[in-house]
């Protein structure tokens, strides 16, 4: 079986074949965080990996990334292995349908208000050891989430799921991106903390004593916008595909990057895509910053995604590489490239065609003649 989003050997790529559409990625250390509970229970990983067709070689590499849509096909695969939507994180299960009722128990909400208030009595019957509460003042409000006892398995993926889920959730209830102005999480910086300005916001701070997702106050007034209808759809794939929200919940962003995407091989600036889009530079940095990003981390997020997509699919020289993306020259694509991964493109590619071989010959071994 080939993975071909972790393989350079696609026999139908060549340097003069159409580039291939680039697609979200997730850091490897969210796919780490959320098998910590399966492996703890003794579990085999692979297996589900293989369905989700990601490559578990790649879970020894710490600069790997895997296509946002398998992530949360994954997560789903998980859930029901282990019959719990905690992921076997905590001291007792949230079993399979935990996340529907949840659902149902807020849809009838009138207000964000309301439904967040539904949200954290329904967390308090199912998970016990974390304490979600809201609190808010005229002008700000937060979600506040703690320990009520240490978790001792996979801590940092905890507290990111639980607040991806509920920001997720909410977000899509109100038909739009509740704006996190800034979060603190409980925990020293982790080295995926990049992926945080996308997921979460750019405002992120770390060793805080609790964690605080702040955002305004007047937010807690929208009416909840979806219906039994729209509910059923959603569920179909939930909850990970919660997940598949990862750069598409920010009206704003997403347009900027399409933007960015379609100007390539120009390397469009600030002004560039601002007139593009029919906005000042200054309205379209205002917008960015209100979704909680900016112009830099999402030209820096396309173009490490375009760059990891090209070095796994296609045999094209780093300096094609480099001038497709819009980089003046080699030199400065490395540099990048250095920056974001921690590897040279030249290993990571290499590191990429190795975890495919491997798994090419594991294969071959289990359907070769005794």
Same mark, same amino acid.
């Given at each position: 079986?080939? &993975?071909?989003?972790?393989?350079?050997?696609?026999?139908?790529?060549?340097?003069?074949?159409?580039?291939?559409?680039?697609?979200?990625?997730?850091?490897?250390?969210?796919?780490?965080?959320?098998?910590?509970?399966?492996?703890?229970?003794?579990?085999?990983?692979?297996? @589900?990996?293989?369905?989700?067709?990601?490559?578990?070689?790649?879970?020894?590499?710490?600069?790997?990334?895997?296509?946002?849509?398998?992530?949360?096909?994954?997560?789903?695969?998980?859930?029901?292995?282990?019959? %719990?939507?905690?992921?076997?994180?905590?001291?007792?299960?949230?079993?399979?349908?935990?996340?529907?009722?949840?659902?149902?128990?807020?849809?009838?909400?009138?207000?964000?208000?309301?439904?967040?208030?539904?949200?954290?009595?329904?967390?308090?019957?199912?998970?016990?050891? @974390?304490?979600?509460?809201?609190?808010?003042?005229?002008?700000?409000?937060?979600?506040? $989430?703690?320990?009520?006892?240490?978790?001792?398995?996979?801590?940092?993926?905890?507290?990111?799921?639980?607040?991806?889920?509920?920001?997720?959730?909410?977000?899509?209830?109100?038909?739009?991106?509740?704006?996190?102005?800034?979060?603190?999480?409980?925990?020293?910086?982790?080295?995926?903390?990049?992926?945080?300005?996308? $997921?979460?916001?750019?405002?992120?701070?770390?060793?805080?004593?609790?964690?605080?997702?702040?955002?305004?106050?007047?937010?807690?007034?929208?009416? $909840?916008?979806?219906?039994?209808?729209?509910?059923?759809?959603?569920?179909?794939?939930?909850?990970?595909?919660?997940?598949?929200? &990862?750069?598409?919940?920010?009206?704003?962003?997403?347009?900027?990057?399409?933007?960015?995407?379609?100007?390539?091989?120009?390397?469009?600036?600030?002004?560039?895509?601002?007139?593009?889009?029919? @906005?000042?530079?200054?309205? @379209?940095?205002?917008?960015?910053?209100?979704?909680?990003?900016?112009?830099?981390?999402?030209? %820096?997020?396309?173009?490490?995604?375009?760059? $990891?997509?090209?070095?796994?699919?296609?045999?094209?020289?780093?300096?094609?590489?480099?001038?497709?993306?819009?980089?003046?020259?080699?030199?400065?694509?490395?540099?990048?490239?250095?920056?974001?991964?921690?590897?040279?493109?030249?290993?990571?590619?290499?590191?990429?065609?190795?975890?495919?071989?491997?798994?090419?010959?594991?294969?071959?071994?289990?359907?070769?003649?005794?």
């Amino acid at each position: 079986m080939t &993975y071909h989003e972790k393989t350079a050997k696609d026999a139908s790529a060549t340097a003069s074949a159409p580039p291939p559409p680039a697609r979200a990625t997730v850091a490897i250390a969210f796919v780490q965080g959320m098998l910590a509970g399966l492996r703890h229970a003794g579990r085999d990983a692979d297996l @589900l990996l293989e369905r989700a067709r990601i490559a578990p070689q790649v879970l020894r590499d710490p600069t790997a990334r895997i296509p946002v849509d398998r992530y949360a096909e994954l997560y789903n695969l998980i859930n029901r292995e282990l019959d %719990d939507e905690g992921f076997g994180l905590f001291s007792v299960p949230i079993r399979a349908g935990a996340f529907e009722f949840l659902c149902r128990s807020v849809i009838t909400a009138p207000t964000l208000a309301e439904a967040i208030r539904r949200s954290v009595g329904f967390l308090r019957l199912v998970l016990p050891d @974390l304490a979600v509460r809201l609190a808010s003042n005229d002008e700000q409000a937060c979600l506040c $989430i703690r320990e009520t006892r240490p978790l001792k398995i996979g801590r940092v993926f905890a507290f990111e799921w639980l607040l991806r889920l509920l920001h997720g959730l909410l977000s899509w209830l109100v038909g739009r991106s509740i704006v996190l102005e800034s979060v603190a999480f409980p925990y020293p910086r982790p080295a995926h903390a990049e992926d945080y300005a996308l $997921i979460y916001t750019a405002h992120s701070t770390f060793d805080a004593e609790t964690l605080s997702a702040i955002f305004a106050a007047n937010l807690l007034d929208l009416p $909840i916008r979806r219906d039994e209808a729209a509910l059923q759809a959603f569920l179909d794939g939930a909850p990970g595909k919660l997940t598949t929200l &990862y750069r598409r919940d920010r009206e704003m962003v997403l347009r900027v990057r399409n933007a960015l995407r379609d100007a390539l091989p120009a390397s469009g600036s600030l002004g560039d895509v601002a007139s593009a889009l029919h @906005l000042s530079p200054r309205t @379209l940095h205002r917008r960015l910053k209100e979704e909680g990003s900016s112009f830099q981390a999402i030209k %820096d997020a396309l173009r490490r995604d375009l760059a $990891i997509n090209r070095l796994a699919k296609t045999r094209q020289a780093l300096t094609a590489i480099a001038a497709e993306l819009g980089f003046a020259d080699t030199a400065a694509f490395y540099r990048a490239f250095l920056r974001w991964t921690g590897m040279a493109p030249a290993h990571y590619r290499r590191r990429l065609q190795a975890a495919s071989e491997n798994t090419d010959r594991k294969h071959g071994a289990d359907f070769a003649s005794p």
